[in-house]
Antibody
Framework: EVQLVQSGAEVKKPGESLKISCKGS????????IGWVRQMPGKGLEWMGI????????RYSPSFQGQVTISADKSISTAYLQWSSLKASDTAMYYC?????????????WGQGTLVTVSS | QSALTQPASVSGSPGQSITISCTGT?????????VSWYQQHPGKAPKLMIY???NRPSGVSNRFSGSKSGNTASLTISGLQAEDEADYYC???????????FGTGTKVTVL
């Protein structure tokens, strides 16, 4: 059974750093792109970027380029999303998801989400 | 990059059919057959309902169907049921940034 299990909720202060994780199981982790999606409170979905764990090829949305870093450790089947200096506007639910194919961009399996709250 | 445009809300009675539109440009929806649709119930992760414009993943009801004409994609839900009440999002590849973009989202209400 394909599963993506994300790390738990985080409460941070502005300016702090953070790295959240997404562990894949039940499939070949290195053969599928993993993406990250932001959902701010009461708002819609936003595509942040994707990574191919097989070779760490990474693509970012222009809206998130330079704001976050996506990485992966294929040895432990885990993808990461990290911030070096959080802002209050980073408060959101973050989902990781597996991209079904190489080109379609659709996500067929999703993690349960990680709620990040940034508040002083 | 701009989100694809969806109506904020669509409603229908049980048993009826409804259609949700997703309007983009020739750089995204109109230029590629990489449109997908997601259903999201409150407090839950999104669920893939349609990929590559009109394909249903295994396990998704055949009451859900997708199509595209020009720069607008559509999701049709036939035989509307109470469980279909949720938010729906489209997504497309966009060549303007060689990435992907979601739609603004549509709240479906079953009357």
């Amino acid at each position: 059974e394909v599963q993506l299990v994300q790390s738990g909720a985080e409460v941070k202060k502005p300016g702090e750093s953070l790295k959240i994780s997404c562990k894949g199981s039940g499939y070949s982790f290195t053969s599928y792109w993993i993406g990250w999606v932001r959902q701010m409170p009461g708002k819609g979905l936003e595509w942040m970027g994707i990574i191919y764990p097989g070779d760490s090829d990474t693509r970012y949305s222009p809206s998130f380029q330079g704001q976050v870093t996506i990485s992966a450790d294929k040895s432990i089947s885990t993808a990461y999303l990290q911030w070096s200096s959080l802002k209050a506007s980073d408060t959101a639910m973050y989902y990781c998801a597996r991209q079904r194919g190489d080109f379609g961009g659709d996500f067929d399996y999703w993690g349960q989400g990680t709620l990040v709250t940034v508040s002083s | 990059q701009s989100a694809l445009t969806q109506p904020a809300s669509v409603s229908g009675s049980p048993g009826q059919s409804i259609t949700i539109s997703c309007t983009g440009t020739s750089s995204d929806v109109g230029g590629y057959n990489y449109v997908s649709w997601y259903q999201q119930h409150p407090g839950k992760a999104p669920k893939l309902m349609i990929y590559d414009v009109s394909n249903r993943p295994s396990g998704v009801s055949n009451r859900f169907s997708g199509s595209k004409s020009g720069n607008t994609a559509s999701l049709t839900i036939s035989g509307l049921q109470a469980e279909d009440e949720a938010d729906y999002y489209c997504s497309s590849y966009t060549s303007s940034s060689t990435s992907y973009v979601f739609g603004t989202g549509t709240k479906v209400t079953v009357l």
